[in-house]
């Protein structure tokens, strides 16, 4: 027996939809949100942001390894870092659209 077809039908299931889940919600924290606070912080910030993306992505791969329900986590986590970051660029440094 390996480990697909170990404990209960469809146990792997529901690991696997939560990382596609968690996949996709990721990518929608970079394509609409990251990418198009361009609008309103400047290249240097956008760069910090795409860097960050690319950490929490580093961060969703080691997650779906070890804790693939966890990985529903990472998306939440990189979109709540993305809004206080734009937040406190527009009222501390002064950003606008």
Known sequence: MNEVT???PGGRVLPIAAVVVAGVA???VLVPFTVASGLVAPAWAIAVLIAMWI???FVFVG??????LMTLLVPVANA???WL???AG???LGWTA
């Open 6 to 8: 170990a404990g209960t």
């Open 26 to 28: 990721q990518l929608v």
């Open 55 to 57: 950490a929490f992505a």
């Open 63 to 68: 997650t779906a390894r070890r804790r693939p």
């Open 80 to 82: 709540a870092l993305l």
């Open 85 to 87: 970051a734009i937040t």
């Open 90 to 92: 527009e009222r501390l």
